[in-house]
């Protein structure tokens, strides 16, 4: 692994857990130093968190962290919802046995990760569970255009969801009820009501978050 990869890795994982605030300037000769790294490897890995949506780069005036938006949230939930229960309805048309027996595996993997990790964050081990699960519910679409856009909407969408998890201060939605009802809609092949959920699903986590961030005047968020 290299430095900069390190880096990349460090610094998302602060972000992702809240560490780095929304807004928040990142100081090139600052993070080198915490890190012990030279300026140009930080400014590497910041160019790949800016290529991903994570980080903002503006010209002569260095990186900040992206912040909160209600616009973008709005926009990406909508686009999400229209593109992921369309995926949806698909993969339980064209599933077959193996996407059935995708979601059981993932569902019993993901169902038996603790939440929360021994300091009370959100276990890093679930979130990838978390994610595995929701792929593997949309897997049987077999469209692989639709499997490419729904994965990237879900990454950029991943920012504020780890946001929210980190405002809700240990006390988040119960979303494993919703997994265990969405497991089973779609091996039912109950279409109407597996879409009805996943959109209830998928916009829970952006509303709270707004709700919360506009309420607080969370640093960082943008009416």
């Known amino acids: 692994m290299t430095r900069t990869t390190e880096v990349y890795d460090t610094l998302l994982a602060e ?39 994570f980080v903002v780069a503006t010209p002569q005036r260095g990186f900040r962290v992206r912040e909160l938006s209600v616009d973008d949230i709005v926009c990406l939930t909508e686009t999400r919802v229209q593109v992921e229960t369309a995926a949806l309805r698909l993969a339980i048309q064209r599933g077959d046995v193996h996407w059935e027996a995708g979601i059981l595996t993932s569902h019993h993997l993901l169902d038996q990760t603790p939440f929360f990790a021994e300091d009370r964050t959100v276990n890093e081990e679930w979130n990838v569970r978390h994610r595995e699960f929701h792929r593997a519910l949309l897997a049987g679409c077999k469209n692989p255009w639709m499997d490419r856009v729904t994965q990237a909407m879900r990454d950029n ?61 969370v640093e960082g968020f943008q009416g």
């Open 157 to 217: 969408a991943e920012l504020y969801r780890r946001w929210y998890l980190v405002l809700a201060d240990g006390h988040p939605h119960d979303f494993a009820i919703e997994h265990d009802k969405l497991k089973d809609l779609a091996l039912a092949r109950d279409v109407d009501a597996a879409v009805a959920l996943l959109t209830e699903h998928i916009e829970r986590a952006p509303r709270e978050l707004i709700a919360y961030a506009t309420e607080h005047g």
């Open 15 to 53: 972000l992702l857990n809240g560490q780095l605030a929304p807004g928040q300037k990142l100081l090139l000769v600052a993070i080198g130093e915490r890190l012990g790294v030279s300026q140009s490897v930080v400014r590497e890995a910041l160019t790949r968190l800016a290529a991903q949506g």
